[in-house]
T-cell receptor
Framework: GQQVMQIPQYQHVQEGEDFTTYCNSS?????IQWYKQRPGGHPVFLIQ?????EVKKQKRLTFQFGEAKKNSSLHITATQTTDVGTYFC??????????FGTGTSLTVIP | ETGVTQTPRHLVMGMTNKKSLKCEQH?????MYWYKQSAKKPLELMFV???????ENNSVPSRFSPECPNSSHLFLHLHTLQPEDSALYLC?????????FGPGTRLTVL
């Protein structure tokens, strides 16, 4: 079956360091979405990328969608303690079935 | 606040109990979802309703029974659950691809 894997599963960084999570799908996705779930909270939509090779920025966050539309990355520059949480990629395949990635849990050490 | 509410927020039940989880959205969305989130596991999609019709049922045991009486309400009826069913149950709704999550119901089965 389809899989959407994220690496790393866990990441601890010192505040101010950069952070990257990678998302890999076993099949092509129509679009890629990123969600953030704070500890004890629920997933909250961050952004959607649709085009092959698309790059979008939100302040310190940079999102990329791969050329083959099977992978994506989220990069955070100069992490802050407010960045703590689990980051999920997600998206529908060409059959319109929606899948969430396995998530990357980010801990930021002050 | 995402406009998606869930009740109750916490539920403890015995294996012989029958209970229901409720989800409500007033965002004008036409699709609603139930997810199960267990510790150290990715989000598991359980059921999808589009325009009040069930369009996806991902091999969920029959002890979980969804109901979608209208486009704003979604229920998950629970009966004879097992301890391994203890998890966070998240409801989400969408109009397009982007999903908006409720705060979840933390379920503990004793």
């Amino acid at each position: 079956g389809q899989q959407v894997m994220q690496i790393p599963q866990y990441q601890h960084v010192q505040e101010g360091e950069d952070f990257t999570t990678y998302c890999n799908s076993s099949t092509t996705l129509s679009n890629i979405q990123w969600y953030k779930q704070r500890p004890g909270g629920h997933p909250v939509f961050l952004i959607q990328l649709v085009k092959s090779g698309e790059v979008k920025k939100q302040k310190r966050l940079t999102f990329q969608f791969g050329e083959a539309k099977k992978n994506s990355s989220l990069h955070i520059t100069a992490t802050q303690t407010t960045d703590v949480g689990t980051y999920f990629c997600a998206g529908p395949n060409t059959g319109n079935q929606f899948y969430f990635g396995t998530g990357t849990s980010l801990t930021v050490i002050p | 606040e995402t406009g998606v509410t869930q009740t109750p927020r916490h539920l403890v039940m015995g294996m012989t109990n029958k209970k229901s989880l409720k989800c409500e959205q007033h965002l004008g969305h036409n699709a609603m979802y139930w997810y199960k989130q267990s510790a150290k596991k990715p989000l598991e999609l359980m059921f999808v309703y589009s325009l009040e019709e069930r369009v996806e049922n991902n091999s969920v045991p029959s002890r979980f029974s969804p109901e979608c009486p209208n486009s704003s309400h979604l229920f998950l009826h629970l009966h004879t659950l097992q301890p391994e069913d203890s998890a966070l149950y998240l409801c989400a709704s969408s109009l397009g691809d982007t999903q908006y999550f409720g705060p979840g119901t933390r379920l503990t089965v004793l």
